[in-house]
Structure formats: structure tokens, C-alpha cells
């Protein structure tokens, strides 16, 4: 099949954020999100609430990036979007519509795996930006998911270690929660982090075997500890936030790079990229960049606007599928677990 011409919409519904790009032969001619404020009175997502809100901005969104990319629907090619893993009405808001106007314009259907699509977005056609050589290990890190992926093709992609309880990104979300701090927690744990001292408060470490993670437990001991602290001083936390929260960012950070050099150690890959929300942490990146000169490996870090949930990431991995003619069927349904 000709690559010549390619015209994909990708739409993005599995959490909270309502998104759509237009991919024109790998480059993005525009990248729409619609992020949800509704959730931030509950200290998190109300699955309900966010399906609702993207049956409110789904035209709107896709209006907006057809608009910015100069380009009508009878020009699409094919329509690409997030079957899962994610919440399941939010999934069937996006799967519907897809399904309706890949029917409508009698264009191929392009279902992607969300997860797959995140480590996908490096192979965005970006300037600046390096592609990962095959093979490569992905350390893909959000709110619902941790893991390192061995990545051998487009979509030959084996877990190789994840984690056996919480997500890195409900690690981090938790933690500012115990803090007193916003939902969504995890950046401005980042932003204090940034001046404070991280060897502060050293926080204790989870033993895992193999390539797995765990979170829990340290989520735990910030816990513990900031209850022990309290009683001594009502103002510890006012008085030592920035501290607290570059100890927890540091203790985090070393426990994903300890299973990062046990994975490369075990397989000989010194090509490693992140991916997922939690890779737009400034630390994490910092580490990452630092690893390459320390370490000799190659490090590919994600654009920010293609670290978190959006719509980029699903039209590049459906432009692969629409190249290798891998289409859906009608019948496809949302899936809110899936595997990679």
C-alpha cells in the first residue's frame, strides 16, 4: 500500500480528556484536548461525570482539529481510536463516534491499544526529535499503569515487569493527597520537588523481585510518617513541603531506575524511551537524561504535549495499522482491559 497521502484522525476518550489530531504521513497537523475541571472537587475521576462530559465535547473537538488542520472529513483516510484499556463509558463515547463516521464515510476503521499508542508517539514525525531503534525498552509510567516494555516492532511489545499494586502516577497523586494538596497532585509534587532538598526524608524502598514494581507499601510510609510528624508539629508539613515532596519524587525516581538497570542489565538493550503522563515529570527526565552519560545508554524523552492522555499518540499508532492494513470490523467493541 502507497504511504503517499495518509490522512488519520485519532480520537482519544479513555479518562477524562476528550481529544483529537489529524496525522497527515506521520506529521501532526493538529492535536485537540479537552480536559474535564469537573473532577477536581472530587480529588479525582468520576467515571459518570467524565463519560458525560465527552458526549458533550467529542464534535466540538474533532470540529476544532479538522478546523486547525486544514483539512475536511471527506480528506480522512481512516479514523483511529482508544478501544481501551481505560473507563468504560468514557471508552463507548469514543468508540461510537468513531464507528458512526468510519461507517459515514466509508473509510477503514482503526482500533488502537492506549498503552501501545503512548510508547507509539516517539515515532511522531517530529524534527528535533530522535526515533528509537527497534529494539527498545519503554518504561511506561501514568496514573493507572506501570511497566517495562521490551519493544521489538510497531506492535510486537512484551511486558517484561509491571507493577503488583498501584500505578507510579497513584503513587505520586496519593502522596499529594496526604500532603493537603490538589487533585491532580503528581505535578505539584513535581513543582515543589524542584526546591527542595531530596535526601531530606529518606523513605523506605519496596524489595520486588524480578522486573516488577510496587507502590503501595511506600504510600504507606509517607502516610505513617506525615501522621508521626504531625503529632509532634501541627505545622510539619507547612514547614518542610518543598523538602517532603523532593524526598518522595527522589525515593520514586530511584525505585523506577533500579528496575530500569536491572531490565537493561538483563537483556542488553541500551536503547530506553518513557512514556504515559508520569514521563512529563521534570525529575524523571532529568534522571533519564543524566542515565544516557552515565550509563551509555540512548534516551528518547517525549514532547510534553505527548506525554499525557491524547490524541497524537492514537493517529500515529493508527497510521502504522492503516499501512500494514490491520482494520477493525464493525462489530469491535471498547474493551477496558486490555493487554499489550
Known sequence: MTTQNIYILGIESSCDDTAAAVLHNGKILSNVVATQEVHQKYGGV???????AHQQNIVPVIHE??????????????????????????????TSFAKSLSL??????????????????????EEEFQKPQFPFLALTISGGHTQIVKVSDYFEMEVIGETLDDAVGEAFDKSAKILG???????????????????????PK???????????GLKTSILYFIQKQLKEDPQFIEKNLEDICAS???????????????????????????????SANSG??????????????????????????NAAMI????????????FAHMGITAKARIKM
Open 284 to 309: 524523571i527526565r532529568k534522571t533519564l537524561h543524566e542515565a544516557q552519560a552515565k550509563y551509555g545508554w540512548k534516551t528518547y524523552i517525549p514532547k510534553f504535549e505527548y506525554t499525557t492522555d
Open 315 to 326: 493517529a500515529i499508532a493508527g497510521h502504522y495499522k492503516f499501512i500494514s492494513e490491520d
Open 46 to 52: 468520576v467515571p459518570e461525570l467524565a463519560s458525560r
Open 248 to 278: 518522595i519524587q527522589h525515593t520514586i525516581i530511584g525505585i523506577l531506575m533500579d528496575k530500569l538497570k536491572k531490565a537493561v542489565k538483563q537483556t542488553g538493550i541500551k536503547e530506553i524511551a518513557i512514556a504515559g503522563g508520569v
Open 104 to 125: 459515514g464515510l466509508g473509510i477503514p476503521l482503526l482500533d488502537v491499544n492506549h498503552m501501545q499508542a503512548h510508547i507509539l508517539a516517539h515515532f511522531i514525525d
Open 65 to 94: 482539529a479538522l478546523s486547525r488542520a486544514g483539512v475536511t472529513k471527506e480528506d480522512l483516510s481512516a479514523v483511529a481510536f482508544t478501544r481501551g484499556p481505560g473507563l468504560m463509558g468514557s471508552l463507548l463515547v469514543g
Open 206 to 216: 519496596p524489595k520486588v523481585d524480578g522486573l516488577n514494581f510496587s507502590f503501595s
Open 181 to 203: 494538596l490538589p487533585y491532580p497532585g503528581g505535578p505539584l509534587v513535581d513543582k515543589k520537588a524542584q526546591m527542595g532538598n531530596p535526601k531530606a526524608f529518606p523513605f
